[in-house]
């Protein structure tokens, strides 16, 4: 499936340089931690976008963008998501404070942000079978 890309997800801001990145490399249950996986594989999902886990951030109330670039060893999977999760005090970049109490590192956003894909993916599933239930018609 071919990834649509806005223009504004094309160009790359410096503004926000300094976010987190997440690669979707990081999430994917298929891969081993030589190739990238930076959560347990019991938290993470199989082949996840970088759009899942921007929504994903959106739920979390975490401000996310999503970039088209690539994990050098994940080379065929375009985009990565930036997550602005603390803020440099008095424009000091070597001090910041965290954004949100419940995540104080990235890790512990990784394993939310992996819970959240979780559960959005649950729901579409529940989601799906129902739309399909109704959209067909009887044969008489």
């Not at 979780?118 to 109704?134: G, M, V």
Request: net charge positive; charged share 35%.
């Amino acid at each position: 499936m071919a990834v649509q890309w806005k223009e504004e997800e094309l160009t790359i801001d410096p503004s926000i340089g300094k976010w987190h990145i997440i690669y979707p490399c990081y999430l994917n249950s298929k891969k081993k931690l030589v190739e990238g996986r930076r959560v347990n594989s019991s938290l993470c999902v199989e082949d996840p976008t970088p759009h899942e886990i921007m929504e994903a951030c959106k739920d979390l109330g975490l401000d996310a963008r999503v970039e088209p670039k690539r994990h050098p060893k994940d080379y065929f999977c375009i985009g990565r998501v930036r997550v602005h999760l603390r803020d440099p005090v008095d424009g000091n970049i070597q001090k910041r404070t965290n954004l949100h109490v419940n995540m104080p590192h990235k890790y512990s956003m990784l394993k939310q942000v992996a819970a959240q894909v979780i559960r959005r993916r649950e729901t579409e599933s529940r989601q799906k079978p129902e739309k399909a239930a109704t959209g067909k018609k009887k044969k008489h």
